[in-house]
């Protein structure tokens, strides 16, 4: 039975013609003939800091938030939020020290920047990885799990209808290029904060008011720490002999201080760092206005957690109380990633639709930046290098657009069904540990890359395929192979009763192997590769402006751990 009525299908309408007739003059008043690649992939030169800003948060703001992070909240409580204070500071880096080296450089892809750097092996060997990456881990889960959040709103037999309207919309978007998603970004980011500043503030006063406190959403947030004070610690202790299962599943996801000496970073600067979906939105843009842009992503980075993780809390505490006993059912079991459709049931008339357009916003702004860097590196790092080496500007957009319509088509497929089983995983969790599969290969040959002239082709080929393998050894076979407990890591029982490494410091211990290999390697070639990059201190001056910027990120951060530590 759908939970919308008239008033909110006009106001999400409203959203629909709105950003869609917005993306339509964008197309018009920024073509000023024939697009060339640079204009559909990068948008070059045409970003304000401040559409680069919105359009990194809308890309990287959608379902996996919205509903997994969501869902962590509800399980985990505040320590999920890790993943988005510790990405405002992994900005700060990227901003000072990353896209300088990509800009001196000219770097429109990540694979360019590997064959630039490495050679065409490594570059081929990682744009395949990344498509598969960006397609069947990304493109679809984030597809799967906006159409499932939505349906449970909209009710009925829905979820197969809103797979496909989600994915037109998208591909509206995405068609007009960089520009168009940039600057429908902006819009889309607004929509998100403002109807999930809503839905937070009216899920707050329901616990204030389901405790009797009346309906203020500060007391609300009050009631929420002293009833759920075990949902607001950033740090979980390693469990012992004695601990419950509930808390070992907890370490096994956020594995305490051990997170914080390798595999954490390694998941955020790859993903903010050497990652083409993000990266994308600054690489046309000068470095003033690329780190101008980035640094106002890190401010709003640090207040995501209040519209994307405060509501799955309140929806443990509600539920932990009587309320949402069947909103947050999924095959007859509490799901976590039901908390926030479950939510947004409190929400009166007219702003059900406000929400729901904030949500789809989140999804279709991902989903379009997702699909344009899968067109971006097939069709410059693949079809015109191997395919079509001659192909015109005009080609290679018509390829471009194709690659679009093909990715989200092969998504619809993998969604349709859950194929893959992204709803029985936990949407937020499922991505962060798939995506780590190939994230300490690939931060590995691009930290080294960046700052280490010596680092040599054959040892980024080894780091590829040795970061993936290491991982499967720790993810998959270790424990089995050198027993639970080494000097390196302590495995525990997962819920079916299997010893399991938690799958961050997995990646740290994989990442720090790799390099050491890499090194290892070469050590034996010259001392200075002649395709390293040239890097001068003057690349890394920042102006006042960055300065004070990069001051009141830490000072926030700093600030939100001093508290929950």
């Not at 890790?82 to 880096?93: D, F, H, M, Q, T």
Request: proline share 3%; aromatic share 14%; charged share 10%.
């Amino acid at each position: 039975m759908s939970q919308l009525i008239t008033t909110d299908y006009i106001v999400f309408l409203l959203y629909f013609v709105g950003v869609s007739a917005y993306g339509y003059w964008i197309y018009k008043q920024k073509q000023t003939g024939k697009q060339d690649t640079k204009d559909f992939f990068l948008a070059e030169g045409s970003l304000t800091w401040w559409a680069i800003g919105a359009s990194l948060i809308a890309s990287n703001i959608s379902a996996e938030q919205f509903i997994g992070m969501s869902g962590d909240g509800f399980r985990l409580g505040i320590a999920i939020g890790v993943y988005e204070w510790l990405a405002a500071i992994s900005l700060i880096i990227v901003a000072v020290w990353f896209i300088p080296i990509y800009l001196k450089n000219k770097i429109f892809t990540m694979p360019q920047f590997l064959s630039t750097r490495y050679n065409e092996t490594v570059s081929l060997i990682m744009a395949i990885f990344w498509l598969f990456l960006y397609i069947f881990v990304n493109l679809t889960s984030i597809l799967f799990l906006g159409a499932s959040a939505i349906s449970n709103l909209v009710g009925g037999d829905s979820f197969h209808a809103i797979i496909i309207g989600l994915s037109v919309f998208a591909i509206i978007i995405t068609l007009g290029g960089m520009k168009v998603i940039g600057y429908t970004d902006v819009i889309q980011v607004l929509v998100l904060i403002i109807g999930g500043l809503v839905t937070t503030y009216l899920a707050l006063t329901k616990v204030s008011e389901t405790f009797g406190l009346g309906s203020s959403a500060i007391t609300g947030f009050n009631a929420m720490i002293a009833n759920a004070e075990d949902h607001f610690h950033m740090i979980f202790a390693k469990p012992g002999p004695g601990s419950s299962q509930a808390d070992i599943n907890k370490y096994l996801t956020l594995p305490g201080i051990m997170m914080y000496l390798a595999g954490q970073w390694v998941v955020n600067l790859n993903y903010w760092g050497c990652n083409q979906y993000i990266t994308q939105r600054a690489l046309g843009a000068d470095l003033k206005t690329a780190r101008t842009g980035i640094l106002f992503a890190a401010l709003l980075k640090i207040f995501m957690p209040v519209i994307v993780m405060v509501p799955g809390i309140a929806a443990y505490v509600i539920h932990a109380h009587g309320g949402l006993q069947a909103e947050m059912l999924r095959d007859g079991a509490v799901s976590g990633d039901n908390a926030y459709s479950a939510v947004l049931t409190f929400l009166p008339s007219g702003l059900k639709g406000l929400s729901v357009a904030a949500l789809t916003a989140a999804i279709v702004a991902s989903l379009a930046g997702k699909a344009n860097s899968i067109s971006t590196i097939f069709t410059l790092d693949i079809y015109h290098k191997y395919v079509n080496k001659t192909a015109t500007e005009t080609q290679l957009v018509w390829v471009g657009r194709l690659a679009i319509l093909a990715a989200v088509l092969v998504a619809i497929g993998f969604a349709w069904g859950d194929a893959l089983g992204i709803g029985g995983a936990g949407g937020f969790t499922y991505i962060q540990k798939y995506t780590g599969y190939i994230s300490p290969g690939i931060f590995a040959i691009f930290i080294l890359g960046f700052f280490w002239k010596r680092t040599t082709g054959t040892a980024a080929i080894v780091g590829i395929l040795a970061g993936f393998g290491l991982v499967v050894l720790f993810n998959q076979f270790a424990p089995a192979l050198f027993g639970n407990d080494t000097l390196l890591y302590t495995a525990f029982p997962n819920k079916d009763g299997v010893y399991e490494i938690p799958f961050l410091v997995s990646m740290g211990l994989s990442f720090a192997l790799t390099v050491l290999l890499m090194v290892i390697i070469s050590l034996a070639g010259p001392k200075v590769n002649p395709k390293a990059f040239e890097i001068d201190a003057t690349m890394f001056k920042l102006a006042p402006t960055h300065v004070a910027m990069i001051a009141i990120i830490l000072a926030l951060v700093s600030a939100i751990y001093v508290r929950f530590w």
